[in-house]
């Protein structure tokens, strides 16, 4: 069956129906965006009354009409930032319809159901296409490794799902709600004490009291004013400081939530994502919802509440000045957003320069050695001086627009206060309004404009902090590929029996990278896997270790379905040492008791015995405390190898995976591997990847991988006798290369 | 990169450049779309491939041609020097398998939620594609020319910002 056709647009139907196409005949389309020229345009591939037609918009006869029955092959090409379906006909290759990059997935498994198509075989199944590339609803481009469109973005739904969060935490925010308002209230009467000194105790209107009397009301005036400001100060205090924890709590929570989560993905997640796009969910996007969290939503609410409150106030207080007032607020707001938008661009590009002068001197500081020893410090105090000039500029550039606009700004926001003097002042001369009532309104004003600029910039930073909150909610509703099946069986001793079973795998399921391998492996055996690069034998390890699950067939381990044992037994009792071992900074002792943090001192020194690391580490001053940097870096790859064997002696697993390095060590080191290798092996079903003569020479038996099939299985000696054996050529031809290293070294 | 590259006195010691003589190749058009190529006095290929070793930074020079199993056969150091027929099948071959459009104009460029929207016209049609908003989609080659990556990994070339009318530098000055 052919998948739904895209709907093709009238004017093609139409061309179609002229060459006596009808549209039922149209089986399936697909739109291609280059021309035969290579320029830019559409045309459409069409699947109708078994032909294959590409048909433009401009042109009325088909540029290629194939019948599918001399069609042999259907190819798709993957060129430079481009690509071609191809397909041959009657024996040669003619190129179809070519396309962007921006459809070429889709272009491939056009290709791909083509090609099944006219080799008549079951249409390959197609895994959906989890990572889109389009919004379904408003067609706008997603980015990359997420699904997250954010203009389709429903806004509350998000702040819906962020309140089991804050609810957890009611009382608090109840708390935090309620110190706003009062604090708010207080703020709000302080102005109002203006009026009142000024209308009863300094310039009264009308009889005037003696002036002790209005000294001792001034007092008191004064008094309640210090008590209110002491009282504001406590609220805000107070209120800062629990949001503050309330903010970081939520968003501590929410980044334990995420890091918890993407530990219980399986690999597959990861492969599919780059680590820093992974990197970034977890650092930035939570840390622009705890930015969100912390200060957002207070100056959100107080913003609104000042602006609600002082608007509520300066109308009753005289409701034409309030009008008045009104008049600079568009433009202020306009100019604001005008102001901030070229303020964030030209900080950005600041930022910029910052960032690339950084690189410049890490990476000259870190290279010192070559710098010096190729004798290329001019060349770069240039590349310094370049940098640090742009720098320079965008620099003041930044800090110019800064020292213009804000004067301007201020000026802007004082126009309402020039009129309210203006205004105001001949109500008060003509009567109509007291002095004190003027005085009064003009701090209203001051304390009115503020939160106005700043709502005009919260939807910028409420679109921002919401869509990096929705892409952490992605991250926490990706479902484990991999987990404990609801009846997994517990296998608290594995005796270590394996067998693959018609086992089929491939990263994408239409690709197969391992094909029907049947193995069955007794308890303690060593199995040396070889091959080609590419061959499949890391994808067999992968399985096996249960990162991947089989596409058809199955594994088991003792007679029992590996999807079925528990994954913690599986892990518990399975060792890996890999090619490049990955130690973690940490102690050396650290590193070897990864699996087992609860050894003992005596156990992991005897463990790093056995691994005959123990003379290289004693000699380190620090010994086993020694840390071993990021990645292990400050040891040799042959010291890294042996700590790496010494942790999984310590692990002791009765199943052991081996991936053998290519790497190059001396001699002696080599030696020293091979002894704690062949001590770690001893005893436990062992698998191997091997490149060493000695390592598959010691396997009891070899399985060698061909393009992902099992090319020979047997011991050294029976697969030597295969005269044409695929192992025979290996062995052969690394004999020789072990020759030619013996006498050129 | 410049001419004197080629051949330095001081590069005596360097293996000599897999050179193919521009004199004694010949490029044809076999039936189908495939390329033939012969060299004279030595053999035949039936289908090669054709790519640029500097894509970027000299485009028109220095092609290397692979045989049907990708092995490589020699560099064309200035297929300037081929004969016409063979000339014009390089150049169809690369416009053919490299897309890169140069931007001539923009028409209007927009950035929302962390993202830039570009509307542009260029040496191949009017196009429209998204960017993220990271600066590492935008490679600076030189001071003033530019290679944009958008997020389905198409590429766009500016060959030099200065000679952008007005407009359109106005434009991309926002994401730079």
Not at chain 1, 246 to 264: D, K, M, Y
Not at chain 1, 383 to 391: G, S, T
Not at chain 1, 705 to 712: D, V
Not at chain 2, 93 to 114: A, D, V, W
Request: proline share 4%; charged share 25%.
């Amino acid at each position: 069956m052919m998948p739904p056709a895209e709907t093709l647009p009238d004017s093609i139907r139409h061309r179609l129906n002229e060459l006596g196409i009808e549209d039922a005949k149209i089986d399936w389309s697909i739109a291609g965006d280059l021309t035969a020229d290579g320029d830019l345009g559409e045309r459409w591939l069409v699947l109708a009354d078994g032909r294959l037609l590409v048909i433009s918009p401009a042109d009325s006869r088909p540029a290629v009409d194939l019948s599918l029955s001399r069609i042999t092959r259907v190819t798709a090409e993957s060129l430079v930032g481009c690509g071609a379906l191809e397909a041959t006909v009657d024996g040669r290759t003619v190129e179809v319809i070519r396309y962007t990059n921006a459809v070429a997935a889709d272009f491939t498994r056009a290709a791909r159901r083509l090609e099944a198509l006219v080799k008549q075989e079951s249409p390959p199944k197609e895994a959906p296409d989890e990572t889109r590339r389009r919004c379904p609803r408003c067609r706008r481009r997603l980015e990359q490794g997420t699904n997250v469109c954010p203009a389709c973005l429903s806004k509350a739904q998000v702040l819906r799902r962020l309140w089991p969060y804050t609810a957890r935490h009611w009382r608090k925010a109840v708390f935090i709600g309620a110190l706003m308002l009062l604090g708010e209230a207080a703020g709000l009467t302080q102005p109002y004490l203006y009026k009142i000194a000024v209308d009863r105790a300094l310039a009264p209107e009308g009889e005037v009291p003696l002036p002790g009397t209005r000294i001792g009301l001034l007092g008191w005036i004064v008094l309640a004013w210090l008590g209110l400001q002491l009282l504001s100060t406590a609220i805000s205090v107070v209120r800062g400081r629990l949001s503050a924890w309330l903010g970081a709590r939520i968003s501590f929570e929410i980044r334990a939530n995420v890091h918890t989560h993407l530990q219980r993905l399986s690999l597959a997640y990861f492969d599919k994502r780059q680590v820093g796009a992974v990197m970034a969910r977890v650092t930035q996007d939570t840390g622009a919802l705890h930015d969100f969290l912390v200060e957002g939503v207070q100056y959100f609410i107080v913003s609104v509440l000042q602006l609600v409150g002082i608007g509520v106030v300066i109308f009753w207080l005289n409701w034409q000045l309030a009008l008045l007032v009104l008049v600079p607020a568009p433009i202020m707001i306009l100019m604001s957003r005008l102001i901030w938008r070229r303020l964030w661009r030209i900080f950005r590009r600041f930022w910029h320069s910052w960032s690339r002068l950084n690189s410049v001197l890490n990476s000259v500081l870190s290279g010192v050695r070559v710098v010096k020893a190729f004798g290329q410090e001019d060349r770069e105090i240039r590349r310094f001086d370049d940098r640090n000039v742009a720098l320079f500029e965008t620099a003041v550039r930044a800090e110019r627009l800064w020292a213009t606009y804000f004067p301007m700004l201020t000026t802007v926001t004082m126009m309402g206060s020039f009129l309210v003097w203006y205004v105001g002042g001949r109500s008060v001369i003509a009567g109509t309004m007291s002095l004190g009532s003027l005085m009064a309104y003009l701090a209203y004003l001051w304390r009115f404009y503020g939160p106005l600029q700043m709502l005009s910039r919260i939807t910028d930073w409420l679109s921002r902090s919401l869509t990096a909150t929705e892409r952490i909610f992605e991250i926490l509703d990706a479902r484990p590929e991999i987990a404990d099946a609801r009846d997994a069986v517990e296998l608290p001793a594995m005796r270590g029996e394996v067998a693959f079973e018609n086992l089929t795998f491939g990263y994408d399921e239409h690709k197969a990278v391992l094909h029907d391998i049947n193995v069955r492996v007794t308890p303690g055996e060593m199995i040396g896997l070889a091959g080609h690069s590419g061959a499949g034998k890391s994808t067999l390890i992968n399985l096996l270790c249960r990162f991947y699950e089989p596409n058809q067939g199955r594994v088991t381990i003792d007679g029992i379905d590996l999807r079925k044992i528990r994954l913690e037994d599986l892990r518990r009792q399975t060792g890996v040492v890999l090619q490049d071992p990955f130690l973690f900074s940490g102690s050396i002792a650290e590193n070897i008791a990864y699996a087992r943090p609860e050894s003992s001192r005596e156990e992991i020194i005897r463990a790093a015995v056995a691994a005959n690391a123990h003379e290289f580490i004693m000699k380190q001053p620090d010994g086993y405390d020694t840390e071993v940097g990021e990645r292990g870096q400050r040891l040799s790859t042959g010291e890294r190898q042996r700590i790496a064997i010494a942790r999984a002696i310590l692990h002791n697993p009765r199943m052991l995976i081996l991936d053998e390095a290519t790497a190059s060590v001396d001699t002696e080191t080599d030696k020293q591997i091979q002894d704690a290798l062949a001590h770690l092996v001893r005893n436990r079903t062992t698998f191997a990847i091997a490149h060493r003569l000695s390592t598959l020479r010691n396997a009891n038996r070899l399985i060698i991988l061909e393009q992902g099939k099992q090319a020979e299985t047997g011991t050294h000696e029976e697969l030597m006798a295969k005269a044409d054996g695929v192992y025979r050529k290996l062995v052969d031809l690394q004999t020789e290369m072990s020759r030619i290293a013996a006498v050129g070294g | 990169m410049t001419e004197t590259d080629i051949t330095t006195e001081e590069g005596q010691h360097l293996p000599a450049l897999p050179r193919i003589d521009p004199a004694r190749l010949r490029l044809f058009r076999t039936g189908d779309h495939r390329v033939r190529a012969t060299i004279e006095g030595d053999r035949s290929y039936l289908r090669v491939s054709i790519s640029r070793a500097f894509p970027l930074s000299d485009p028109h020079r220095y092609v290397g041609l692979r045989d049907g199993a990708q092995k490589d056969i020699g560099l064309i150091v200035e297929p300037a020097e081929l004969d016409h027929q063979s000339r014009q099948i390089i150049d169809e071959e690369l416009r053919r398998s490299y897309l890169l459009p140069t931007i001539t104009r923009i028409i209007s460029l927009k950035r929302e939620f962390g993202m830039s929207l570009w509307e542009v016209e260029t040496d191949r049609g009017r196009a429209e594609f998204t960017m993220t908003s990271g600066q590492d989609n935008i490679a600076e080659l030189s001071a003033t020319r530019l290679v944009l990556t958008d997020i389905e990994g198409g590429r766009y070339e500016i060959p030099d910002v200065r000679r952008l009318d007005s407009a359109s530098q106005a434009l991309l000055d926002q994401v730079l």
